[in-house]
């Protein structure tokens, strides 16, 4: 019955109730708006969508999370803008892997403290480093695309950007969430790197 309120990006307001808190208890369903007609109609949100799912189900039960709720919402507004989608599920994964502990820091050169010409992020630390100071490093180095690294978001990501935006947070999310659970990634954020390629 509650079928139709309960589709993947839909916001809804929950109400629990139980007699005790260790019964099994029941949910009143109010849905607040509906987004997942919208979502349908574009392939690009509904990877998006799934990708996204797929880490939220790796939070553990009952641990709040607001600053992960409200960037869902922002992120779901726009999910079926294929030239926004991408570099807004590479965002979310950041915040996903900040507000489990593996957060990175891209604001500042971890060799030099620099805050410009940021460029690359160390595989090991997750720190940015600047132009410069990567040269000798590159081989093994992550690219860091100008989009996530602090003043540099003014021009639109790059086909290459996305790509890189995916390979950095993948190797992160790899390394912390996936391998550790014996997961594999989400085919649906293999499919989504396709589109993004296309789109972009």
Not at 53 to 79: F, Q, S, V
Not at 107 to 118: F, I, P, Q
Not at 150 to 157: F, L, N, S
Not at 161 to 167: H, Y
Request: charged letters at 20%.
């Amino acid at each position: 019955r509650q079928q139709p309120a309960l589709q993947p990006g839909n916001a809804v307001s929950l109400t629990w109730r139980a007699r005790l808190d260790e019964h099994l208890g029941e949910y009143k369903v109010e849905l607040l708006t509906s987004h997942a007609a919208r979502l349908m109609e574009a392939p690009v949100a509904l990877y998006g969508l799934a990708t996204i799912a797929a880490l939220l189900r790796l939070l553990p039960e009952r641990d709040p999370h607001p600053a992960l709720h409200e960037g869902l919402g922002i992120l779901i507004a726009h999910l079926d803008d294929p030239q926004l989608a991408p570099a807004l599920v590479i965002r979310f994964e950041l915040a996903m892997l900040a507000e489990l502990g593996f957060g990175l820091e891209l604001a500042r050169c971890a060799v030099t403290g620099a805050m410009e010409e940021l460029s690359h992020v160390s595989p090991k630390s997750g720190r940015a480093v600047s132009r410069k100071a990567a040269q000798p490093y590159l081989d093994r180095l992550l690219a860091l695309p100008p989009f996530l690294s602090e003043g540099q978001g003014g021009r639109k990501p790059s086909a290459a950007d996305i790509a890189a935006g995916f390979a950095l947070t993948g190797h992160f999310l790899r390394r912390y969430l996936w391998e550790p659970r014996g997961l594999l990634e989400p085919p649906e954020r293999l499919r989504l790197l396709e589109l993004a390629a296309k789109i972009h």
